[in-house]
């Protein structure tokens, strides 16, 4: 018997947040931290709210994940707009040395194969999940 698409990527998603887990460990990151850093290095100065939105936390949480990383010394905020300006936020030299890392961990598990997948197979299930997560954002819920 099929299982609803809703309940298998739920799932699917529990399996593979145990797994990032596991491999984001031995780099001190936890899977939500790893994004943060990830999207700070993709768009260096980017601002909390925007960097929630990327992220898919609250603007608390990413205040409490930038903190975090900002007394490992991984990130930095850029105050120099002075009371009141957005704080852009960019990776220091370390956050960059622990994403790497992260990053070939991270990588390991898309190796189509993990997934029991062909490599073409692969890239038409990644693109049928973004299209879905856009459409999520697009429609509120119910």
Do not use: C, K, Y
């Not at 994004?35 to 608390?60: F, M, N």
């Not at 205040?63 to 936020?89: F, K, M």
């Not at 993990?114 to 119910?142: C, D, I, K």
């Amino acid at each position: 018997m099929d299982s609803p698409v809703g309940w298998t990527i739920v799932r699917l998603a529990h399996v593979l947040s145990r797994r990032f887990e596991t491999a984001m460990r031995p780099h001190g990151l936890t899977p939500a931290q790893f994004g943060v850093l990830a999207t700070i290095a993709a768009e260096p100065g980017i601002g909390s709210g925007q960097l929630a939105r990327r992220v898919l936390v609250t603007a608390q949480s990413v205040g409490e994940l930038v903190a975090t990383l900002e007394t490992a010394g991984l990130v930095a905020r850029d105050r120099s707009g002075g009371p009141g300006r957005r704080a852009g936020i960019r990776l220091t030299p370390q956050g960059r040395t622990v994403l790497d890392g992260a990053s070939r961990a991270a990588a390991t598990l898309d190796d189509p194969a993990v997934f029991g997948l062909s490599p073409a197979e692969a890239t038409t299930l990644n693109s049928l999940l973004h299209r879905a997560l856009r459409a999520q954002h697009e429609s509120p819920p119910t």
